[in-house]
Protein backbone atom coordinates (compact mmCIF):
# COMPACT_ATOMS: atom_id res chain seq x y z
CA UNK A 1 0.00 0.00 0.00
CA UNK A 2 0.95 3.83 -1.12
CA UNK A 3 0.14 6.66 -0.02
CA UNK A 4 0.54 9.78 -1.71
CA UNK A 5 0.49 13.64 -1.01
CA UNK A 6 0.59 16.19 -3.38
CA UNK A 7 2.05 20.01 -2.93
CA UNK A 8 2.94 22.77 -4.62
CA UNK A 9 0.55 23.79 -6.56
CA UNK A 10 -0.46 27.72 -6.68
CA UNK A 11 -1.40 30.62 -9.07
CA UNK A 12 1.85 31.56 -11.36
CA UNK A 13 1.95 33.89 -14.57
CA UNK A 14 2.42 32.43 -18.12
CA UNK A 15 6.79 32.09 -18.49
CA UNK A 16 6.67 31.58 -14.74
CA UNK A 17 7.72 28.55 -13.07
CA UNK A 18 6.53 25.83 -10.39
CA UNK A 19 7.91 22.81 -8.60
CA UNK A 20 5.42 19.62 -7.77
CA UNK A 21 6.21 17.30 -4.74
CA UNK A 22 4.73 14.43 -4.07
CA UNK A 23 5.00 12.36 -0.73
CA UNK A 24 4.78 8.92 -0.72
CA UNK A 25 4.38 6.51 2.59
CA UNK A 26 5.50 2.87 2.76
CA UNK A 27 8.67 0.95 2.08
CA UNK A 28 8.15 0.14 -1.31
CA UNK A 29 7.99 3.17 -3.00
CA UNK A 30 11.57 3.00 -5.00
CA UNK A 31 10.17 -0.13 -6.56
CA UNK A 32 6.76 1.61 -8.55
CA UNK A 33 7.06 3.86 -11.38
CA UNK A 34 6.02 7.39 -10.50
CA UNK A 35 4.01 9.16 -12.65
CA UNK A 36 2.13 12.65 -13.16
CA UNK A 37 -1.42 13.51 -14.91
CA UNK A 38 -3.28 16.03 -15.03
CA UNK A 39 -7.28 17.16 -15.56
CA UNK A 40 -8.33 20.61 -16.64
CA UNK A 41 -11.87 21.19 -15.70
CA UNK A 42 -14.48 19.70 -18.19
CA UNK A 43 -11.45 16.90 -19.63
CA UNK A 44 -10.64 14.07 -19.25
CA UNK A 45 -7.46 13.10 -17.12
CA UNK A 46 -4.35 13.10 -19.30
CA UNK A 47 -0.57 11.55 -18.56
CA UNK A 48 1.75 14.30 -18.25
CA UNK A 49 5.44 12.73 -17.20
CA UNK A 50 6.61 9.31 -15.71
CA UNK A 51 9.64 8.02 -14.48
CA UNK A 52 11.07 4.95 -13.90
CA UNK A 53 11.84 3.09 -10.39
CA UNK A 54 15.64 3.95 -10.68
CA UNK A 55 15.14 7.43 -12.21
CA UNK A 56 16.93 5.97 -15.40
CA UNK A 57 13.88 6.39 -17.59
CA UNK A 58 11.61 9.11 -18.00
CA UNK A 59 8.50 9.79 -20.66
CA UNK A 60 7.02 13.03 -21.14
CA UNK A 61 3.56 14.32 -22.96
CA UNK A 62 4.25 15.99 -25.99
CA UNK A 63 2.39 19.21 -24.76
CA UNK A 64 5.16 19.50 -21.69
CA UNK A 65 8.38 17.76 -23.40
CA UNK A 66 11.27 20.12 -23.00
CA UNK A 67 9.59 22.36 -19.87
CA UNK A 68 8.46 20.06 -17.77
CA UNK A 69 10.95 17.85 -15.84
CA UNK A 70 10.19 14.67 -13.29
CA UNK A 71 13.05 13.43 -11.25
CA UNK A 72 12.56 11.10 -7.77
CA UNK A 73 14.79 11.26 -4.65
CA UNK A 74 14.05 7.20 -3.27
CA UNK A 75 15.79 8.32 -0.22
CA UNK A 76 13.18 11.07 0.60
CA UNK A 77 9.99 8.76 -0.81
CA UNK A 78 9.50 11.96 -3.28
CA UNK A 79 8.83 12.26 -6.72
CA UNK A 80 8.91 16.13 -8.00
CA UNK A 81 7.54 17.94 -11.41
CA UNK A 82 9.57 21.04 -12.11
CA UNK A 83 7.03 22.72 -14.60
CA UNK A 84 9.11 26.05 -16.28
CA UNK A 85 7.88 28.19 -19.42
CA UNK A 86 4.60 27.84 -18.04
CA UNK A 87 1.15 28.43 -20.17
CA UNK A 88 -2.46 28.99 -19.63
CA UNK A 89 -3.48 25.52 -20.91
CA UNK A 90 -1.41 23.84 -17.98
CA UNK A 91 -4.05 25.19 -15.43
CA UNK A 92 -5.18 21.92 -14.10
CA UNK A 93 -5.49 20.18 -10.89
CA UNK A 94 -2.27 17.47 -11.03
CA UNK A 95 -2.28 14.24 -9.50
CA UNK A 96 0.60 11.95 -8.79
CA UNK A 97 0.19 8.50 -9.17
CA UNK A 98 2.05 4.70 -8.38
CA UNK A 99 1.93 1.99 -10.40
CA UNK A 100 4.00 -0.93 -11.90
CA UNK A 101 6.98 -1.74 -13.92
CA UNK A 102 6.61 0.09 -17.34
CA UNK A 103 6.10 3.69 -18.05
CA UNK A 104 2.75 3.85 -18.88
CA UNK A 105 0.85 6.96 -20.58
CA UNK A 106 -2.46 5.09 -19.43
CA UNK A 107 -4.14 6.18 -16.20
CA UNK A 108 -5.88 2.72 -15.81
CA UNK A 109 -1.95 0.88 -14.98
CA UNK A 110 -2.04 3.27 -11.86
CA UNK A 111 -2.63 1.71 -8.79
CA UNK A 112 -2.38 4.45 -6.22
CA UNK A 113 -3.23 8.03 -6.69
CA UNK A 114 -2.37 11.38 -4.56
CA UNK A 115 -5.71 13.66 -4.30
CA UNK A 116 -4.59 16.50 -6.60
CA UNK A 117 -2.91 19.93 -6.05
CA UNK A 118 -4.78 22.46 -8.27
CA UNK A 119 -2.01 24.66 -10.95
CA UNK A 120 -3.47 27.98 -12.08
CA UNK A 121 -1.77 29.84 -14.79
CA UNK A 122 -3.14 33.62 -15.58
CA UNK A 123 -2.04 34.84 -18.74
Known amino acids: QVQLVESGGGLVQAGGSLRLSCAAS????????MAWFRQAPGKEREFVAA????????RYADSVKGRFTISRDNAKNTVYLQMNSLKPEDTAVYYC????????????????WGQGTQVTVSS
Open 97 to 112: AAGGSYLYTQSNRYDY
Open 26 to 33: GRTFSTYT
Open 51 to 58: ISWSGAGT
